[in-house]
């Protein structure tokens, strides 16, 4: 599809690199069960901040709460970072 362009030869290097990546491995079993969790037993939770720019009510941290069974939500905003163990709590 080209002109004048010279056929290449293909030399063929096997380094270690490559055969190990052409080795077969095992896949990974796959889960077919879902734990089931019940509400609140697993919470994840996040802190982020400080932000540059303050919310209209001065907070300049948020404090995230996500139930792993439910996917409900819970986001406060703090003024300090240091308010986080009462929401906690």
């Known amino acids: 599809m ?12 096997d380094c270690d690199a490559c055969t190990l990546r052409k080795m ?3 896949e990974f079993p796959v889960r077919v069960e879902k734990k089931q969790r019940d509400i609140l037993e697993l919470v994840h939770t996040d802190l982020c901040g400080p932000m540059q720019t ?7 941290y ?3 709460f996500i139930d792993a069974c439910t996917k409900f939500s819970w986001v406060y905003f703090l003024s300090k970072k240091s ?4 929401y906690f709590m």
Do not use: I, W
Request: without cysteine; proline residues 3%.
């Open 2 to 13: 080209v002109r004048d362009l010279p056929m290449l030869k293909q030399v063929h290097n």
């Open 24 to 26: 077969h491995r095992e």
């Open 54 to 60: 303050k919310s209209l009510g001065g907070a300049v």
């Open 62 to 64: 948020f404090l995230l």
């Open 83 to 86: 308010h986080t163990v009462k």
